[in-house]
């Protein structure tokens, strides 16, 4: 436990920020999962439309420094790639 005030202060500070940044990753993991759950569904209509979304709140998450450029990237071709592939 910290005894200095500035010390106190930081810590709320990173518990809240940990807190805010949980909230964001699950937002991501739930838009992609959306996704894939669509493409396994057949219904390409909604995919597009759930692809956008997630590639949206992927290039968020990147942007606020949640998750790495280059893994939102990754993330969003293989997401790209399977609606793609759809029939």
Known sequence: MPNIKKQIKRAALNERQGSINSA???EV???IKHVETLVSTG?????????RAAISLCDKAAQQGIYSKEKMNHAKARLEHL????N
Do not use: I, P
Request: aromatic share 0%.
């Open 43 to 51: 219904t390409k209509d909604d995919a597009v439309l759930a692809l």
């Open 29 to 31: 993991r739930t838009a």
């Open 83 to 86: 609606v793609a592939g759809m």
């Open 24 to 26: 964001a990753r699950k």
